[in-house]
Every structure is written in C-alpha cells, then in structure tokens.
C-alpha cells in the first residue's frame, strides 16, 4: 500500500509526485548495508527530502533510534555536540554539505561510524579530509532518485582503503538492479 507520496523535480525540472509504497521503505531499512552501524541517526532533513526516509525508517526499523536535531541549521558545532553528547553512529549529508564541512572543519564528523553522502557528484578531495582529521570513519556514496526510495546504490569508502580520483556511485542496494545504457537507451558493459 502506498505510505507517501513525495513531490521531486528530479533531474527534469518538471514537478511530478513520487508514490513511495510500505515495501519501498522496508526494502530500504532493512538493507544489509543498514544492519549494523546504524542503531542511532541523527534526523535533520526536511520531511519534504527523501533522505528523511532513511534517517527516519533505517534506525527504527531495526530496534534504534533518532535523534531529532534542532531546528537550526546543521553546522560543524552542532554535529560535535550531537554526536558526542547522543552517541550518533550514522547520518547523511548531501554531498553539498559534506563539502563543505570537510572544507571548513574536517574533524567535526570525529566519532561516527559511518557519513552517507550523495546527491550529486562526492568530491575525492573533501573525503580524504574527512577521512584524514577522523580516523575510522566510513564514507559511504549514496546514489539514487527520490523513486527507488532514497537509495539505489551505494559506495563504501572503508577508513584504511584508498579513495579513488573519481568516486562512484558503487554497486545496486538488495533488492535493486543498477542498469547503465548509452545515448540509444542500449545496455554497455561493466566499465564504460
């Protein structure tokens, strides 16, 4: 049955409502990439954003909890604090914040466990800095349109493996099949 629909101009500029159904957000939160890590997730996306579905489905699906940040802007400051003082172990940042935090204060993701990043185009640079001022932290690429429920594939930058030139986009989601077609809509191989 339908759980939401979620209203995206996606890559078309044109306006059209996404219908998103209760198996779409299960198959979500119960990925196997979201069975340890994510037992506590900081939840500062707008409800409107289809990031909320996995800071809100993935830890409570599987016995976690949120944590709701407040109604300020997500700054450096406010993820120290957070994370210290609430034990987050996961979030995600679009890949514009992300930047930007690894620009201006690299260190302020120090104590996750793993940072989803995604939206667009992850930038090596500000991932060798983050991954540079937090030892152990996992960076994880997460690609998708609002219609495969937040996510469909996924890329993880382990702490001691070496971060590509270029980062991709990674591999399909459970449950999910990545495609890539040329210019003609034909399937290429693995590597174009």
Not at 19 to 24: L, S
Not at 53 to 64: I, N, R
């Amino acid at each position: 049955d339908l759980a939401y629909v979620m209203y995206t101009s996606g890559s078309t500029g044109q306006p059209k409502g996404v219908a998103v159904r209760h198996v779409d957000v299960s198959a979500l939160a119960l990925d196997g990439r979201f069975v340890r890590g994510h037992e506590s997730v900081l939840a500062h996306s707008p409800q409107a954003f289809d990031a909320s579905t996995y800071e809100l489905w993935v830890p409570l699906l599987s016995g976690g909890r949120i944590v709701v940040a407040p109604r300020e802007t997500v700054t450096p400051a406010l993820l120290r604090d957070s994370v210290e003082t609430h034990g987050i172990s996961a979030m995600w940042l679009t890949a514009a914040l992300f930047h930007l935090f690894a620009q201006e204060d690299p260190g302020c993701l120090a104590g996750l466990g793993e940072v989803w990043t995604g939206g667009e185009a992850v930038q090596a640079e500000a991932v060798s800095k983050v991954r540079a001022a937090c030892p152990g932290l996992v960076v994880v690429d997460g690609y998708g349109p609002t219609e495969t429920t937040t996510f469909a594939t996924s890329y993880r930058m382990e702490p001691d493996a070496e971060v590509p030139a270029t980062v991709p986009i990674g591999r399909p989601l459970d449950n999910m099949q990545a495609l890539v077609l040329d210019g003609s809509l034909h399937p290429v191989p693995v590597g174009v």
